[in-house]
């Protein structure tokens, strides 16, 4: 992790031995007791108190323990039940996963120019910029919460919202079938309006999409 440093490290760089002392109050204030650390609001106010001129902080966060593969094999049968014939991509990805703080520095604010970047890329002058931005930078990257989407009780599981990968798969097949059955393209997500919509679809056709008959014997959504 970095803690406020180039490079990663085991300490924050104003770190300072606690004395020992009876009442541990310096210790708790380094937040050394029992091994914790100063938490999410003690880093935030560590980055803002930091003097550097070119800082940055980054917080992340990520779904542990959701099998993925469930989902995947599922729409894909799903998807070939109906004689799709085309290629299949199936991925589960965290929306804002992360973001970055930066300090209103010019250099700061000239990597976030799309103009300077690309120029960088383009002239090579990256070989030079980002050195020096590595040399300048002042980096906060110490938070990164795990959502867990279940939890053992006993010999169970307890799923978040309570819906195993098996339940989130058999929610979206009706959907995406459809969806597919009518040739949605253009690479765009679907939106909780469209899935209303091929939901009430679905339904009033008897949950159960009708595709043409020369299309179940040829099949269809061949890759060109």
Known sequence: MYRGGRCRSRRWKGYKRAPDVEDG?????????DGQGPGLLGWCERFCGDTSPVKRFAFSRYIGGFDASVVESTLTSALRAINYKGNISVSVSCPNRSFAVYSPHLVNRLRDN???????????LWVITWPVIWALERRYEVVCPVWSFYRQVGSRREYARGRSEE???????????QAACERRAGARFLTDQDFRILRR???DSGERVVVASWERVSGWGRDE
């Open 114 to 124: 799309s103009f300077v970047y690309y120029a960088c890329v383009i002239l090579q």
């Open 167 to 177: 339940e989130i798969a058999d929610h979206l097949v009706p959907v995406v079938t």
């Open 25 to 33: 109050g310096e210790a708790e204030r380094e937040g050394l007791v």
């Open 201 to 203: 679809h679905g339904q």
